[in-house]
T-cell receptor
Framework: AQRVTQPEKLLSVFKGAPVELKCNYS??????LFWYVQYSRQRLQLLLR??SRESIKGFTADLNKGETSFHLKKPFAQEEDSAMYYC???????????FGPGTRLSVLP | SAVISQKPSRDICQRGTSLTIQCQVD?????MFWYRQQPGQSLTLIAT?????????ESGFVIDKFPISRPNLTFSTLTVSNMSPEDSSIYLC??????????????FGEGSWLTVV
């Protein structure tokens, strides 16, 4: 069955420190992976998707099919990065998105 | 992305009653979905809202409890019927297939936070 895991429920780092939010998935098909972010009192919004190979707000994520991972990284965390981050796996266009349990990132001053 | 509006944004409901949540998108979209996010948990897909036909429900969700309508390409409703405290949750409308959007990305409304007392 398709599954997305995020091992850390809460991750705290100091401002300026590197941050890595882990995401692993299980899916027998060709995966499409996404990171969604939810800032306090705001809607869930797309942060980045692996097919775009983009960097958004300094965040990057590389799909590693060998390790079935899609970890989210940022070299220097900012306080405004504090939010809930969800890793998601798409089963294909028009199909279900499987969401991980989420990791709450807290960037301390 | 599109502007996805949900109403109500928040409500407190009596046990046994039903509430309909509306989702309006400012542009035509191919797919509309309804998710649930229970307190402290991740998102779970309830159903895919199909235009002009019955919604497609995920395992564990049934039409009698969560009737869904989608009369056109920009609007959908989700009704939570005969509510119990276990239905207290955030209900999220999401869309896919925006004009000009490449790849299958879903976008979310702000959510409707229901508390059943």
């Amino acid at each position: 069955a398709q599954r997305v895991t995020q091992p850390e429920k809460l991750l705290s780092v100091f401002k300026g420190a590197p941050v890595e939010l882990k995401c692993n998935y299980s899916y027998s098909g060709s995966p499409e992976l996404f990171w969604y972010v939810q800032y306090s009192r705001q809607r869930l919004q797309l942060l980045l998707r692996h097919i775009s190979r983009e960097s958004i707000k300094g965040f990057t994520a590389d799909l590693n099919k060998g390790e079935t991972s899609f970890h989210l990284k940022k070299p220097f965390a900012q306080e405004e990065d504090s939010a809930m981050y969800y890793c998601a796996l798409s089963l294909g266009y028009g199909q279900n998105f499987v969401f991980g349990p989420g990791t709450r990132l807290s960037v301390l001053p | 992305s599109a502007v996805i509006s949900q109403k109500p944004s928040r409500d407190i409901c009596q046990r046994g009653t039903s509430l309909t949540i509306q989702c309006q998108v400012d542009s035509q979209v191919t797919m509309m979905f309804w998710y649930r996010q229970q307190p402290g948990q991740s998102l779970t897909l309830i159903a895919t809202a199909n235009q002009g036909s019955e919604a497609t429900y995920e395992s564990g969700f049934v039409i009698d409890k969560f009737p869904i309508s989608r009369p056109n390409l920009t609007f959908s409703t989700l009704t939570v019927s005969n509510m119990s405290p276990e239905d207290s949750s955030i209900y999220l409308c999401s869309v896919e297939g925006l004009l000009g959007d490449s790849g299958n990305t879903i976008y979310f409304g702000e959510g409707s936070w229901l508390t059943v007392v």
